[in-house]
């Protein structure tokens, strides 16, 4: 009975509130693509929590085996968008690898990422520094420990092995940052090196996140980066040591984003508002505290433990979503911020976030000609779509499901300059060329660019 | 009589041998030659079957590998009712959405009963998972205490005594300064010695590592249990959480009314409304809001892919590749029989295509296929084949196409063969007769060749079908098409503790509707042929 009385209050407040209007949406039979990552979660929550279904959407969430056939089902139309690494956009819109043009409205996460090495690896790490070798080793961890493994490995004539998922993935980004901080060079990619290993120290090749553990069990590989819950599974059946997470390499890094083709987007344009809205509200029920706890996180890691979204156990997820990290068994620490899925201004299409993305794909050889600042800037702009998020946001303030002081600030759609990378290297998206030039091992472009 | 001679006509037909002593034991023909026969071809498989199940049992558990124990009979059982259960709850909430009136508020009253049960239950196995959890931590480090302090106590004993021999050392080469030279090769063979001394620490610190580490892998099946229990009630609660909300506010039979209240409202509005207003915004809300109005009553519940949905579209993707394959195979196999030139033109392609995995297939498929449809769900073959009744169930797209083509491609060669091989041994006489009654073309092909091919045909299909269903599994999973495929990818990639015996479950249903399959192209093949062969298994 109780919708008949619910039903008089909603009319009222509808006539009341004129601009809270549903949308009409273009298409309302929608399929989303992800990976079974547990960053997924603001798509797979605004499914279960009813959010796409408050927009007048019916979402079928389906799992894609790949990055690569994710991508390619995206722009074959099979499915409408997807859950997406922050580079395959990007690269997708350049040209690296497949061309096509997408467009993202929506970060879907922060953080969330690590890099685990194998039980051998780690214990050479700890006898080349006595300091690890401890139940609870001081963090964050930097592959100094690990130079000295691959120079006597050079020695042999043999390089590091180490694993990634997609080479425009931010964990190749990562790891990549993380090896060169410390002074080891993972290699540079070129017109005939597609792989990225010219010049390269330690070798970094692709594997499918959820192959990881069995590939670094098999000793094919000797570390890797990769999101969760694949590094806490390492740590769960024991056959590896996460050293570092991506939150210690650059905190509050963008990892995952919403991607849809330009054309999808220009076809349905209040389709992807109304999408935007329910993500929206997805990644802020992910982030709500109360006093300063995350609440709804464990909810979201029954949800998720379905075997239709991610499906790993609950106990293996809840590890590194309820806010913390287990490093080793004997080692767990508090980590509130591994998986942010809204505060921090997280969602946010930031421009800033795309050109962080191509000046990494610029520092490796992916991007193999010099560009000027302004290419930067203008490429960012294609991509990411932040008048769509404000377009949402706003109409979430009207229906009261979020308030005015939760938008960001901003009125250029780039994040202030910061040092928060483990190298303590300063990145500003308003200077990429200075940024390129900063590094001691990278490409470098002439500085004449940076005016361009 | 005449019906028993039916029934075993009908068994022998079917290649079901076995049950044909039953029948003649229950008609009283020769007991105790029947009940031999039963005893071999009826309780012998089941001894095997059973002592399989025994020896997996035994066995299974034995193998610990970092995925988990290996399943156990009990544990694929267990897993088999977790998949279903998946599939129930995910039908009753379909169906929730659609429910009306009285139905849906009794569904409701009842749904709500049910969570108000799950609060005692859960806090029970909450309870019995804490207590489980504290005697097993118990037993847990009482288990590992021992080869954890020997461990440490190695390690420590280890690092002493390398400081101590590093120390000896430092003082003795302190002295060397006005050694001769052997005396300064002797200290050398003691840096030796030292290294050696702390290789040997090493090895043996491994050993105990390796212990310590072993020691932790146990696990306790009361813990286990207990888990399971709460894991089993917190997906229930999950469950019915969503459920209410189905059969509650966010039923469709609630939206439309909403929908049409507003709807209603904006047409009143309109029609109401005084000379000042903008009549034009207020025309347009209306038809805005009754378009939203029929999409909301049109709406379906976005259902996820479940198991046994997954089979049905495996099923008709394996018959869609292998009708094409029958297509293509038979009449070009009749070719082959009829013409040896057009034989020697088509060897090469047979020799060279034959051995291609339909792994190297599906990829080139994809691009060629996803090459004619730029933009699928528009296209006129997926929106026509979308029409077709049952079939339009399940969502045939460029996926679907592609797997059955795969499956076609791997699948052709066996009927292809079979068939030229059948037309070719048609019997000369029977050809020359043909000559002499001046039969034409295609009475000569319908009325000798292909009824003499026939048996051979049926043979190659029989083959075909059998390997488009092992194709298809592995087609499915490259290209994440919907069904049995995905299903075991989407298990490997989720890694829980239940996917190892939900992969096992997929053993059996595949083997099982395998088996199926090839009898029902036996009872096709023994339907056209003329002799009674024995049965081939």
């Given at each position: 009975m109780r919708f008949r009385l619910i039903i008089p209050a909603l009319v009222g407040l509808g006539s009341q509130l004129a601009h809270a209007e549903k949308l009409a949406v273009e298409k309302d039979e929608l399929k989303f693509g992800f990976i079974k990552l547990t960053d997924c979660a603001p798509i797979v929550i605004a499914k279960e929590k009813g959010f796409f279904e408050d927009e007048g959407l019916q979402v079928e969430v389906i799992a894609q085996s790949n990055w690569k056939v994710l991508l390619d089902n995206v722009i074959t139309g099979n499915l409408d968008g997807a859950h997406m690494l922050s580079g395959q956009p990007i690269a997708a819109t350049i040209g690296i690898g497949t061309e096509a043009h997408i467009v993202t409205p929506?970060?879907?996460?922060?953080n969330g990422n690590a890099i685990t090495v194998s039980n051998s690896i780690w214990e050479q790490m700890q006898e080349n520094d006595p300091d690890l070798d401890s139940d609870t080793p001081e963090h964050p961890i930097s592959a100094d420990a690990l130079k000295p493994i691959t120079e006597d490995m050079l020695a042999e004539g043999k390089k590091l092995q180490m694993g990634m998922v997609f080479p425009v993935s931010t964990h190749n980004y990562e790891l990549r940052y993380w090896l060169a901080a410390a002074g080891i060079h993972p290699g540079y990619y070129s017109k005939t090196d597609v792989a990225g290993r010219t010049d390269a120290e330690v070798e970094l090749s692709v594997t499918p996140p959820p192959q990881m553990p069995a590939t670094l069990e098999a000793g094919t590989i000797s570390g890797y980066c990769v999101g969760e819950p694949w590094n806490q599974q390492a740590v769960a059946k024991g056959i590896g040591v996460p050293v570092v997470t991506n939150y210690e390499i650059w905190k509050n890094n963008p990892e995952k984003v919403f991607g849809v083709t330009k054309k999808w987007a220009d076809e349905n344009p209040n389709t992807i508002v109304a999408v935007t809205k329910a993500l929206i509200r997805a990644g802020k029920w992910l982030d709500e505290t109360v006093d300063g706890k995350l609440v709804n996180r464990e909810e979201a890691c029954r949800i998720l433990s379905q075997p239709n979204y991610v499906g790993a156990d609950f106990e293996v997820i809840k590890n590194s979503m309820t806010g913390t990290f287990a490093f080793q068994k004997s080692d767990i620490q508090d980590m509130p911020d591994f998986n942010v899925f809204f505060k921090h201004d997280c969602s946010y299409p930031w421009y800033s976030d795309g050109v962080w993305f191509l000046t990494q794909m610029r520092r490796w050889g992916q991007i193999t000609e010099t560009k000027p600042a302004s290419w930067y800037a203008e490429t960012a702009k294609k991509i990411y779509l932040p008048d769509v998020y404000m377009k949402a946001a706003e109409s979430l303030i009207s229906e009261g499901h979020l308030a005015e002081d939760e938008l960001p600030k901003t009125t250029d759609g780039y994040k202030p300059a910061t040092k928060d990378f483990i190298d303590g290297n300063e990145f500003d998206g308003k200077k990429p060329i200075e940024y390129l030039n900063s590094f001691k091992i990278g490409i470098k472009d002439d500085p004449s660019m940076a005016t361009k | 009589m005449e019906f028993k001679y039916k029934i075993l006509k009908g068994i022998d037909i079917s290649g079901l041998n076995f049950l044909s002593p039953v029948v003649r034991l229950a008609t009283g023909e020769e007991p105790a030659k029947q009940l031999r026969e039963i005893g071999r071809f009826i309780v012998v498989p089941i001894i095997a079957f059973l002592a399989f199940l025994w020896l997996w049992s035994v066995v299974a558990p034995k193998h610990k590998t970092k995925a988990g124990e290996v399943p156990t009979p009990a544990v694929v059982w267990d897993a088999t009712g977790g998949i279903w259960r998946f599939h129930e709850y995910e039908t009753q909430k379909d169906q929730a959405y659609q429910l009306t009136g009285g139905t849906r508020l009794d569904t409701l009253g009842k749904a709500k009963a049910r969570m108000a049960e799950l609060d005692a239950l859960e806090a029970r196995a909450k309870e019995q998972l804490a207590a489980a959890e504290a005697s097993s931590k118990e037993k847990f480090d009482a288990r590992v205490a021992p080869s954890k302090k020997a461990y440490d106590d190695a390690r420590e004993a280890s690092k002493d005594a390398r400081r101590t021999r590093t120390e000896a050392l430092k003082a003795e080469a302190a002295q060397l300064a006005g050694a001769t030279p052997e005396q300064r090769e002797t200290f050398l063979n003691h840096l030796r010695d030292a290294d050696a001394a702390a290789e040997a620490e090493k090895k043996s610190l491994d050993g105990l590592k390796a212990a310590y580490a072993d020691a932790q892998t146990v696990t306790f099946p009361e813990t286990k249990d207990a888990r399971r229990t709460v894991t089993v009630l917190a997906e229930e609660r999950q469950f019915l959480v969503k459920y209410l909300d189905m059969l509650g506010d966010n039923s469709r039979e609630a939206k439309v009314a909403d929908a049409k209240a507003k709807a209603e409202e904006a047409r009143s509005a309109f029609l109401n409304a005084g000379p000042d207003e903008d009549l034009y915004k207020l025309g347009s809300t209306v038809l805005k809001r009754q378009e939203l109005l029929a999409t909301t009553a049109a709406s379906q519940y976005a259902k996820p892919w479940t198991l046994p949905k997954q089979i049905v579209r495996s099923l008709l993707c394996v018959f869609s590749g292998f009708l094409l394959a029958s297509f293509i195979a038979i009449p070009i196999g009749i070719l082959c029989g009829l013409s040896p030139t057009f034989m020697a033109a088509t060897t090469p392609f047979v020799a060279l295509f034959k051995p291609v995995s339909p792994l190297v297939w599906l990829p080139i498929i994809m691009i060629i296929v996803g090459g004619f449809m730029p933009d699928p769900e528009n296209h006129w073959l997926i929106v026509l084949l979308g029409k077709v009744p049952f079939l339009g169930n399940y969502k045939i797209d460029p996926m679907f196409l592609s797997s059955a083509i795969t499956v076609a491609l791997c699948s052709l060669w066996a009927t292809l063969v079979n068939t030229a091989l059948g037309v070719g041994s048609v019997d000369k006489d029977h050809m020359n007769v043909a000559r002499v009654l001046r039969l034409g073309f295609w009475s000569r092909l319908f009325k000798i060749v292909i009824p003499t091919a026939l048996p051979l045909i049926f043979a190659g299909l029989r083959i075909s079908l059998g390997v488009g269903w092992m194709v298809l599994v592995a087609a499915e999973i490259l290209s994440t098409s919907e069904g049995i495929g995905k299903f075991v990818n989407d298990m490997y990639t989720n890694g829980s503790s239940q996917s190892f015996a939900q992969m096992f479950v997929v053993v059996f249903i595949v083997g099982f509707i395998g088996m199926a399959l090839d009898r029902i192209m036996v009872v096709f093949q023994r339907l056209v042929s003329f002799e009674t062969a024995g049965s081939t298994l």
């Open positions: 929506y970060t879907l996460d922060l | -």
